[in-house]
């Protein structure tokens, strides 16, 4: 998508950096894709104001656990701390919600681009907008990614225990 012009802006958690793999990715997609990283912490708020009020797409990686400082919903079945910054961003800034997924073709080379319908314009089970309850709206981001995990697994890359905080390690 930074290939055709939209200047997206992912937010990430830092890792701890054993063996550097947090620099390695953070190069990567700073030099290879040309995107701005934005850390979720600290000076980041004020970063992704800033990059929302340029225009840019701010991207939110749903599939990791928030521990914490996240609310627990089912993903896959299980429940999941799932973060809440999506949901604080739509009610702050009355962003669209718009759940973008990226397949790989089987060429291993190309991939393609799905976009879903604007997650933010649908009710929740209950009827109500989206960012009324926390819990609910989180819950309608965890369906679609479960959705494309069932429909898709091969493509769901995960090195980290998504349930760590809520069901400790699971095999």
């Known amino acids: 998508m930074v290939a055709e012009g939209y200047a997206m802006t992912p937010i990430y958690t830092p890792q701890k950096n054993v063996g550097g793999v947090n620099d390695l990715v953070s190069v990567l997609r700073s030099s290879a894709a040309g ?3 934005i ?8 970063k992704m104001f800033r990059a929302l009020k340029n225009g840019k ?3 939110f990686l749903q599939d990791l656990d928030a521990r914490k400082e996240g609310v627990v919903v089912p993903f896959l079945g299980l429940p999941a701390s799932t973060a809440v ?7 702050r800034f009355d962003a669209p919600i718009v759940p973008i997924l990226c397949l790989r073709n089987p060429d291993g080379i190309t991939h393609t681009i799905r976009i ?6 649908l009710p929740d089970e209950d009827g109500n907008l ?4 926390m819990e609910k709206s989180l819950k309608m981001c965890n369906n679609i990614m ?3 995990v069932t429909e898709h697994p091969e493509q769901w890359m ?7 905080s809520t069901l400790g390690a699971v095999s």
């Open 39 to 46: 850390p979720s912490e600290g000076i980041g708020m004020r």
């Open 35 to 37: 995107m701005e990283m």
């Open 85 to 91: 910054g999506i949901v604080k961003m739509h009610r």
């Open 57 to 59: 797409l701010l991207v």
């Open 116 to 121: 879903h319908e604007i997650l933010s314009d």
């Open 146 to 148: 479960a959705d494309w």
């Open 130 to 133: 989206f960012g009324v309850n």
């Open 158 to 164: 995960w090195l980290l225990d998504r349930w760590e």
